[in-house]
């Protein structure tokens, strides 16, 4: 029975749970004069037999079809020829493959041997067991809990509180995930990167000056030394970025104080929403426009000046990246400002202070932490980025502050190392988790400081 | 401001006032300038905006069409089924690139050479005998007859006909050579060249031929992705608003439960890949490229934003809807689940939306997981390999064929549509079901 064919059953079994411990409980309150002598309104006694039924079965078939390819596998490899088992682990796993694609009846890209003929018969009948077995088991449980909760039905069975109990353990479940998520992208992240370090020092790792990444085949193999020295990565990431809040800080900044400071209602109704659709447009559609038009741009204005540009120059991927984080700072901004209490704005037009003068010396200092907070936000955004300079940035990790020249980011090498083909072992492809690991403590940083600084000073005009 | 010494008070008011008369003009001027500054700001940024979508659309519109040539095609018996049964494994095998070979040649019999042959019969799609093989295998009555049918032309013929290459270019510049451009000037002026809507655009999969390329591969991805990311994150979502909104006690656990989950919600997308990669595909051995770790992945991403919108909309719902359902004698939980919980239930779908609409248009994560494979089949479950609409976007961006660059543009349309639309949903819903208490 296929997992979908099966929990559609569980499905229609958790239904008639429901109906049957409803069913019960008005049978039962017979005895004790009708049914509002239950302690429970009769559709709890039916939800209570439905999650028992429900919600065990459930779990179990969650388990078994999270471990049941691992284990399937273990055990093919376990009947296969002594001198197949000790390939390797990268050699077995073809062989593996080889067998599922023979079971599948797929093309194999070798000589099917009897013994490669077995394993796959074997394995096909392991997973023909394995999905009998699990069709049993899931459903003889939902049977059973369905028949434990039916059988405790009586008509002073606290039924409402059970169910509500059940409730909130599953909406605690529910709330927790975040944190799971959390530990899991450190777990995975870290992990990897222990391996790494093992490979590369640490040191070397953070305060090297070259990077490139490829591991020599062979020992002779010219341009291929393998050096993991991160600087030039972080560099470029910095100098995107800058270019980045240049554009972004003052265009937002500018455009959040004039359109709550001075544009009437019905531009601020069109103009907002507009400069908004920015942070709606997906970031893979700035990288074919930063790739199409701006960088073709970029490098003509700077032929007409006299200057060498790089075809794929910081400038190019900073502007536009510029340009997605206009709306972050600017609607943060625009909250912080207009949280700022009106009296302070009538106290200094009372002292006969102009529009601008109000903004600069009162409206600006009193909202700067939020201000600082939300810059912070987009800093920690533009670091982030991907998209937009995996298409507008270079890949050659160059240490230059020059923003016409090329440069790579942190965020480009992760996707380089790991689109494609890749084994685990190698340095490079775990690089790749160092540069993630570095990514996230240091956007998690700069988002602890930022969201701290934003409440503190929430807090203080509340 | 005494009124008891007008003497004392009344130089230094006039030094003042002077001193503020003579400053007005330069702090006026201030004033204006910042204005100025503010406008010039806004304008900008509309401006960025403006001119994103102008090159969208420029590039982009013409992607939806497709330059199609009138050849006629004698489909020849000898060659299709030399033995005149009719038996669809012979029809299905015969060689179909040869009638049109012969049929282009037949339109300019003067042409002879093997490379110039070539270049002849570069003009018409490789994906014409398929359009002649499905015609056929339609109507096998049609063998044995002659006629004029409308084959899809290749990309660069197409790009001439856009006036995407420019002829005044020198020729061994130029991707075209002018014997074709001869010979295209020689088809229109028999009026056998055609524009026309590419309705294969929205159903073809990917494909290294651009004419042939289409996103309904990519559309039937990103749509079962979206529906495992929406079936995972709705309910986890809503059950976890409700959680730390209704239910949490103020403590340890629930505070670091709530600084974990904003930010969650700023963690860069890429390290959500990084996760799927590590866990999902290695750890669990999930298949790579398939709709179900996607969408995995992108419910884990946007999951904050779906819980933040939710405790949002809860928090909108008065005190006093609570404290009459609980007057009446209802429990905390009957409270929630049938009072609250339906009040704020708009807000929670518009949140709801935008996540969809930002996991629609995310890219990074996936490129982690391995959905940049070349994918030509429309993928029909979530176990299938598959590509999705913004990774598409970024392979064909990456692609160097001129033909390519409309395809994306038109791509990133069809996109920045689908957007649109839930976006405008999600106003909808929030205009339509806006409540002021």
């Given at each position: 029975m296929s997992t979908?064919?099966?929990?559609?059953?569980?499905?229609?079994?958790?239904?008639?749970?429901?109906?049957?411990?409803?069913?019960?409980?008005?049978?039962?309150?017979?005895?004790?004069?009708?049914?509002?002598?239950?302690?429970?309104?009769?559709?709890?006694?039916?939800?209570?037999?439905?999650?028992?039924?429900?919600?065990?079965?459930?779990?179990v078939l969650a388990l078994w079809v999270a471990f049941h390819s691992t284990l399937v596998t273990e055990l093919v490899v376990r009947d296969l020829p002594q001198e197949v088992q000790q390939l390797g682990a990268d050699r077995l796993g073809l062989v593996l493959n080889d067998i599922r694609n023979l079971a599948s009846g797929n093309v194999v890209s070798r000589e099917v041997t009897p013994e490669l003929q077995a394993a796959a018969d074997h394995l096909k009948n392991l997973e023909r067991t394995s999905a009998a077995a699990m069709a049993v088991v899931?459903?003889?449980?939902?049977?059973?809990?369905?028949?434990?909760?039916?059988?405790?039905?009586?008509?002073?069975?606290?039924?409402?509180?059970?169910?509500?109990?059940?409730?909130?353990?599953?909406?605690?479940?529910?709330?927790?995930?975040?944190?799971?998520?959390?530990?899991?992208?450190?777990l995975s992240?870290?992990f990897e990167?222990i391996y790494f370090?093992r490979a590369?020092?640490?040191?070397?790792?953070?305060?090297?000056?070259?990077?490139?990444?490829?591991i020599a085949l062979r020992a002779?193999q010219?341009?291929?030394?393998?050096?993991?020295?991160?600087?030039?990565?972080?560099?470029?990431?910095?100098?995107?970025?800058?270019?980045?809040?240049?554009?972004?800080?003052?265009?937002?900044?500018?455009?959040?104080?004039?359109?709550?400071?001075?544009?009437?209602?019905?531009?601020?109704?069109?103009?907002?929403?507009?400069?908004?659709?920015?942070?709606?447009?997906?970031?893979?559609?700035?990288?074919?426009?930063?790739?199409?038009?701006?960088?073709?741009?970029?490098?003509?204005?700077?032929?007409?000046?006299?200057?060498?540009?790089?075809?794929?120059?910081?400038?190019?991927?900073?502007?536009?990246?510029?340009?997605?984080?206009?709306?972050?700072?600017?609607?943060?901004?625009?909250?912080?400002?207009?949280?700022?209490?009106?009296?302070?704005?009538?106290?200094?037009?009372?002292?006969?202070?102009?529009?601008?003068?109000?903004?600069?010396?009162?409206?600006?200092?009193?909202?700067?932490?939020?201000?600082?907070?939300?810059?912070?936000?987009?800093?920690?955004?533009?670091?982030?980025?991907?998209?937009?300079?995996?298409?507008?940035?270079?890949?050659?990790?160059?240490?230059?502050?020059?923003?016409?020249?090329?440069?790579?980011?942190?965020?480009?090498?992760?996707?380089?190392?790991l689109?494609g083909d890749q084994e685990f072992d190698s340095p490079k492809t775990l690089?790749?988790f160092?540069?993630?690991?570095?990514?996230?403590?240091?956007?998690?940083?700069?988002?602890?400081?930022?969201?701290?600084?934003?409440?503190?000073?929430?807090?203080?005009?509340? | 401001?005494?009124?008891?010494?007008?003497?004392?008070?009344?130089?230094?008011?006039?030094?003042?006032?002077?001193?503020?008369?003579?400053?007005?003009?330069?702090?006026?001027?201030?004033?204006?300038?910042?204005?100025?500054?503010?406008?010039?700001?806004?304008?900008?940024?509309?401006?960025?905006?403006?001119?994103?979508?102008?090159?969208?659309?420029?590039?982009?519109?013409?992607?939806?069409?497709?330059?199609?040539?009138?050849?006629?095609?004698?489909?020849?018996?000898?060659?299709?089924?030399?033995?005149?049964?009719?038996?669809?494994?012979?029809?299905?095998?015969?060689?179909?690139?040869?009638?049109?070979?012969?049929?282009?040649?037949?339109?300019?019999?003067?042409?002879?050479?093997?490379?110039?042959?070539?270049?002849?019969?570069?003009?018409?799609?490789?994906?014409?005998?398929?359009?002649?093989?499905?015609?056929?295998?339609?109507?096998?009555?049609?063998?044995?007859?002659?006629?004029?049918?409308?084959?899809?032309?290749?990309?660069?013929?197409?790009?001439?006909?856009?006036?995407?290459?420019?002829?005044?270019?020198?020729?061994?510049?130029?991707?075209?050579?002018?014997?074709?451009?001869?010979?295209?000037?020689?088809?229109?002026?028999?009026?056998?060249?055609?524009?026309?809507?590419?309705?294969?655009?929205?159903?073809?999969?990917?494909?290294?031929?651009?004419?042939?390329?289409?996103?309904?591969?990519?559309?039937?991805?990103?749509?079962?992705?979206?529906?495992?990311?929406?079936?995972?994150?709705?309910?986890?979502?809503?059950?976890?608003?409700?959680?730390?909104?209704?239910?949490?006690?103020?403590?340890?656990?629930?505070?670091?439960?709530?600084?974990?989950?904003?930010?969650?919600?700023?963690?860069?997308?890429?390290?959500?890949?990084?996760?799927?990669l590590a866990v999902l595909i290695n750890f669990f051995g999930m298949p790579r490229s398939a709709?179900?770790v996607?969408?995995?992945?992108?419910?884990?991403?946007?999951?904050?934003?779906?819980?933040?919108?939710?405790?949002?909309?809860?928090?909108?719902?008065?005190?006093?809807?609570?404290?009459?359902?609980?007057?009446?004698?209802?429990?905390?939980?009957?409270?929630?689940?049938?009072?609250?919980?339906?009040?704020?239930?708009?807000?929670?779908?518009?949140?709801?939306?935008?996540?969809?609409?930002?996991?629609?248009?995310?890219?990074?994560?996936?490129?982690?997981i391995g959905?940049?494979?070349?994918?030509?089949?429309?993928?029909?479950?979530?176990f299938?390999p598959?590509?999705?609409?913004?990774?598409?976007?970024?392979?064909?961006?990456?692609?160097?064929?001129?033909?390519?660059?409309?395809?994306?543009?038109?791509?990133?349309?069809?996109?920045?549509?689908?957007?649109?639309?839930?976006?405008?949903?999600?106003?909808?819903?929030?205009?339509?079901?806006?409540?002021?208490?």
């Open positions: 979908p064919l099966l929990i559609a059953v569980l499905l229609v079994l958790t239904a008639g749970a429901y109906m049957l411990g409803r069913r019960r409980s008005v049978a039962v309150s017979g005895g004790v004069g009708g049914v509002r002598h239950l302690h429970s309104l009769p559709s709890y006694y039916g939800s209570y037999a439905a999650l028992w039924c429900l919600i065990p079965a459930l779990l899931v459903l003889s449980l939902g049977v059973i809990g369905g028949g434990i909760a039916w059988r405790q039905i009586s008509p002073r069975l606290r039924a409402r509180n059970r169910v509500e109990s059940i409730v909130n353990v599953l909406l605690i479940t529910a709330s927790t995930i975040a944190i799971f998520t959390t530990i899991g992208i450190v992240v870290l990167s370090f590369v020092p640490v040191a070397s790792f953070l305060f090297g000056l070259e990077w490139s990444p490829q002779d010219a341009g291929s030394s393998g050096a993991f020295g991160a600087v030039p990565l972080f560099t470029g990431t910095l100098l995107i970025s800058g270019i980045a809040m240049l554009v972004a800080v003052p265009i937002g900044l500018m455009s959040a104080i004039y359109l709550s400071e001075y544009a009437s209602r019905e531009f601020r109704a069109v103009a907002k929403p507009v400069l908004e659709v920015l942070a709606g447009i997906p970031t893979v559609v700035y990288g074919f426009f930063a790739a199409l038009t701006v960088a073709p741009l970029v490098r003509d204005a700077g032929a007409a000046l006299g200057l060498q540009v790089a075809s794929e120059s910081a400038l190019a991927a900073g502007l536009v990246m510029g340009i997605m984080i206009i709306p972050f700072v600017s609607s943060l901004s625009d909250d912080v400002i207009n949280a700022v209490p009106q009296a302070m704005r009538d106290a200094a037009y009372a002292l006969g202070a102009t529009q601008s003068e109000t903004v600069r010396q009162v409206i600006l200092p009193a909202a700067l932490p939020g201000i600082v907070g939300s810059i912070l936000l987009a800093v920690s955004r533009a670091i982030g980025e991907t998209m937009i300079v995996v298409m507008a940035a270079g890949l050659s990790a160059k240490l230059t502050a020059n923003p016409l020249d090329s440069v790579t980011t942190v965020t480009v090498q992760i996707v380089t190392l689109v690089a790749a160092a540069l993630g690991l570095v990514l996230f403590v240091v956007t998690l940083g700069l988002n602890i400081i930022a969201l701290h600084v934003v409440r503190k000073y929430r807090e203080q005009y509340e | 401001m005494s009124n008891g010494n007008p003497s004392s008070a009344g130089a230094p008011s006039r030094r003042v006032l002077e001193a503020v008369t003579g400053s007005l003009k330069r702090r006026y001027a201030s004033e204006r300038r910042f204005r100025l500054l503010g406008r010039l700001a806004v304008l900008t940024g509309l401006v960025f905006v403006g001119s994103l979508f102008l090159s969208i659309i420029l590039n982009g519109y013409t992607g939806f069409q497709q330059t199609y040539l009138k050849l006629s095609v004698t489909f020849d018996q000898e060659t299709l089924d030399p033995a005149g049964k009719r038996d669809p494994a012979v029809l299905d095998s015969a060689d179909y690139g040869a009638l049109v070979k012969r049929a282009m040649q037949a339109a300019f019999p003067e042409v002879s050479g093997r490379s110039e042959l070539r270049e002849l019969f570069g003009l018409v799609s490789s994906g014409a005998e398929y359009q002649l093989q499905d015609m056929v295998e339609d109507d096998p009555s049609l063998i044995g007859t002659t006629r004029d049918v409308w084959l899809i032309a290749s990309d660069d013929l197409d790009m001439v006909v856009k006036g995407h290459i420019d002829r005044t270019v020198p020729e061994d510049q130029r991707r075209v050579s002018d014997r074709v451009l001869a010979w295209l000037d020689a088809l229109e002026k028999k009026g056998v060249v055609e524009t026309r809507f590419n309705w294969s655009f929205f159903t073809n999969g990917d494909s290294r031929e651009p004419e042939l390329a289409g996103i309904g591969g990519a559309v039937m991805g990103s749509f079962y992705t979206l529906l495992v990311c929406l079936v995972i994150s709705f309910p986890i979502g809503v059950s976890a608003a409700v959680y730390l909104e209704e239910f949490a006690p103020k403590n340890r656990l629930t505070d670091l439960i709530e600084v974990n989950i904003n930010n969650l919600a700023a963690v860069p997308s890429i390290v959500f890949g990084l996760l799927g709709p179900i996607g969408g995995l992945v992108l419910a884990l991403m946007v999951l904050p934003t779906i819980i933040i919108a939710g405790r949002a909309a809860l928090k909108s719902v008065p005190p006093s809807i609570r404290e009459a359902a609980l007057g009446v004698g209802a429990s905390k939980m009957q409270t929630v689940m049938h009072h609250v919980l339906p009040l704020a239930m708009p807000g929670m779908m518009t949140g709801m939306i935008i996540g969809m609409a930002h996991a629609l248009g995310e890219t990074a994560p996936l490129l982690m959905m940049v494979a070349f994918v030509v089949d429309v993928p029909k479950g979530f299938d598959s590509t999705l609409l913004p990774v598409q976007i970024y392979l064909w961006a990456d692609s160097p064929e001129r033909a390519f660059v409309e395809k994306t543009a038109a791509a990133i349309m069809v996109l920045l549509a689908f957007l649109i639309a839930m976006n405008a949903l999600a106003v909808y819903l929030r205009k339509r079901f806006e409540r002021r208490w």
